[in-house]
């Protein structure tokens, strides 16, 4: 199903498969495919730049025959490079890290384009958009982290509001089509707020896979976007 376009801008919605069931991740992943989703959000944690420990290029390489949908994989590890190539071979179409996370921001960015993936930055709630200033012109994607990283469940923190608006400001500048994610705390009840704040890809991992109905609540979640 493709993403849907209200007024100028085309939302995304992309379940982080972080709150799925693991021990039924191939079923998990093709429930929310037929809930009707835009692309997989596959959220790797390594205990050490966040204090969690999820999965990794062999997972993503076993759902790659499993799903059509694009997998966008969020690095929550450091170091990232030598663990880039591994993922683009596994499948992933886009890969985002943490400038944090990396020793050279810019050759980090120019080895995920070179393994053929989109290439995405990810930034926590206290890291400034001024990372943007040398990188933006060769970004596929701007994440914003409405969370601090490592988990599922979390509250979304308000203050990312202005900085979405900013971050579209920069993007919308630059002239270069950049998709806006945002991640963690995002539900039914906040979408709307973060699309109008100027994000386009809604990462939701709880708020999907913690309900019984996951296509009730990609529709509910739609249906938010369609009055934008
Ligand atoms: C947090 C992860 C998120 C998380 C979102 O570090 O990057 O993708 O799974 O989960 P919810 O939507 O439950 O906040
Ligand atoms: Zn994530």
Request: glycine share 6%; proline share 5%.
């Amino acid at each position: 199903m493709s993403a849907r376009t209200s007024a100028a801008r085309t939302f995304r919605i992309a379940p982080s498969i972080l709150s799925a069931d693991f021990a039924r991740l191939g079923e998990e992943v093709a429930a929310v495919e037929r809930a009707g989703i835009d692309l997989l959000h596959f959220d790797v944690m390594d205990n050490h730049y966040v204090p969690n420990l999820t999965i990794g290029p062999m997972v993503c390489a076993s759902l790659r025959p499993r799903t059509k949908m694009p997998i966008d994989v969020h690095l929550m590890v450091r170091p990232v490079d030598r663990i880039i190539p591994d993922f683009a071979k596994a499948g992933a179409d886009i890969i985002s890290f943490h400038p944090e996370a990396s020793e050279h921001v810019d050759r980090t960015i120019a080895l995920i384009r070179e393994c053929g993936c989109k290439a995405g930055l990810v930034f926590n709630p206290a890291t400034p958009l001024s990372w943007l200033d040398h990188t933006l012109d060769k970004l596929d994607l701007v994440l914003l982290m409405s969370v601090n990283p490592g988990f599922g469940g979390q509250q979304f923190i308000a203050s990312t509001l202005p900085k979405i608006a900013e971050a579209r400001r920069r993007i919308d500048a630059s002239g270069r089509d950049v998709w806006l994610e945002v991640d963690g705390g995002v539900k039914a009840d906040n979408i709307a707020e973060v699309a109008r704040a100027g994000a386009d890809t809604f990462v939701a991992g709880s708020a999907i896979f913690g309900a019984k109905d996951y296509a009730a609540v990609v529709r509910d979640m739609r249906a938010r976007l369609a009055v934008v």
